[in-house]
């Protein structure tokens, strides 16, 4: 048992949330294995870390919206086998519009082990407080493509000033990104940098942290 995961939602005030491996809105186009209920968990240490990130958002009129934290190895064996499977087009024209299945693995979108799975990084973007909206990134969750990419030509100055401000929050308060993915940051002292955790995350706070 690790009793240092946690519900995030539960430690960091104003916190959104969509975990969308939840749920029908992904790449697969349906709820991935071990993701039994629409929470995103993580290590304490991460909580940490995500309550500064938030103040600093607030500062600049943001906040902070996550897409997933702590993520099962069984989902990522789920994003693998799915990935050899053949084509059937419903999510290809939003998530990979410019390349196959199977080229998502050697171009880094997935992989065998993932960091989430080690329970200190996360999916996420900004939002306007004063309205609610979304801050338009130039591209959503998951698109796996070269406009993601931190740096990416061909999105716009307000776009590109969005991702330096969520960029520049979080680096500010002890993440590091992924070069192609603007919504991705791991905790550069995570606790478990070598553990890759496999239980489900359900309703009950008593089953997290508990492997499988």
């Excluded at 959104?16 to 294995?33: E, I, L």
């Excluded at 080690?118 to 999916?123: I, M, Q």
Aim: proline share 5%.
């Amino acid at each position: 048992m690790k009793a240092d995961f946690v519900f995030v939602d539960e430690f960091v005030p104003g916190l959104r949330w969509d975990a969308k491996y939840a749920t029908w809105d992904n790449f697969t186009g349906k709820p991935v294995d071990g993701y039994l209920a629409n929470r995103i968990v993580g290590t304490s240490a991460l909580c940490v870390a995500l309550e500064s990130a938030q103040e600093k958002a607030e500062s600049l009129g943001l906040g902070l919206l996550l897409w997933d934290g702590y993520r099962p190895q069984r989902a990522v064996d789920n994003f693998l086998r799915w990935s050899r499977q053949p084509e059937d087009g419903r999510t290809k024209r939003r998530h990979y519009p410019n390349i196959g299945r199977a080229e998502m693995v050697h171009k880094g979108y997935v992989s065998a082990r993932s960091g989430h799975s080690r329970g200190s990084t996360v999916d996420l973007t900004l939002y306007h407080l004063d309205s609610g909206e979304l801050a338009a990134m130039g591209g959503d969750h998951d698109l796996m493509d070269p406009i993601s990419h931190h740096g990416a030509p061909g999105i716009t100055p307000a776009e590109a000033q969005n991702r330096h401000h969520l960029c520049s929050v979080m680096e500010a308060c002890g993440f590091h990104r992924y070069d192609s993915e603007w919504w991705h940051y791991t905790l550069n002292d995570e606790p478990y940098p070598d553990t890759y955790f496999d239980f489900p995350i359900t309703l009950n706070r008593y089953q997290l942290g508990r492997r499988a």
